[in-house]
């Protein structure tokens, strides 16, 4: 039997609710109030408080004197996570050698509808300042991983971010939708993809993608550096190489079970 597409979200039920909560947490963040998850959700109070009893019970959050913190058993959950994607660990020793051959900070990201998600990174002790972080989220279209996954994912996945607006995240996001899509032609021809300062001013990444055995796009690599780092040009060859090796750790036969999950996940959103 053909399942059926997955309904939008309803933000409006209790899990739609549920998640609003949880999604109001931001990395920084310990403990926030009963107050704070208001205003930052909009959600009346007394029904906040009954839906956060709930994720309470069921160890979702913690209740702290001072606010509502994370809980276990979404850490537990996320622990999983990797297991299931398998990428990270097949290609964990082409990620650490890449990191310590340029010394710059490597990344191991999957798309998630319009959204890359990092499975891995290896931080370099003198690279800029980023918001990124293993589980963290970033608009696909200004990422350079984004780019790479997007120039060769299935031709959907570009329509919905482009109906979805390229944001602008800094003064030079590319927001133009001819000028994204000659991004992504161009990251087709030369097999990399580029983000220079779209993200964040000062920061320059470049990214290849990652296949499996059917050679679908699974998952893509990059290394961040400064602007003006001049070890960012000589890292180009590196990264194409690391993507290459990847390719065919995930190419293997004990690993193709692992990425067709990885893939199915991927592109699920």
Known sequence: MRESAPSAPNEDSVLGRSMQLLDAFHPD????????????????KPTAYRLLQQLVGWRLLDRHPTGYRLGLRLFELGQLVPRQQGIPDIVSPVLTRLHAN???TVHLAVLDGTEVVYLHKLES??????????GGRMPAHCTA???ALLAHAPSEHTHTVLDQGLRRRSPRTVVTPALFLGQLDTARRHGYARDDEESKIGITCVAAPVFDAGHRVVAAVSITARTHDVRRASSVRAVLLAAAEASQRLS??????LTSQGRDRAFAG
């Open 252 to 257: 293997a036969p004990s690993a193709q079970h």
């Open 125 to 134: 002790p003198d690279g800029p300042p980023m918001s990124s972080r293993i």
């Open 145 to 147: 991983v984004g780019k």
């Open 102 to 104: 340029t010394g710059l």
């Open 29 to 44: 963040d310990d403990a926030l109030s009963l107050a704070e998850l208001h205003r930052r959700t909009g959600m009346p």
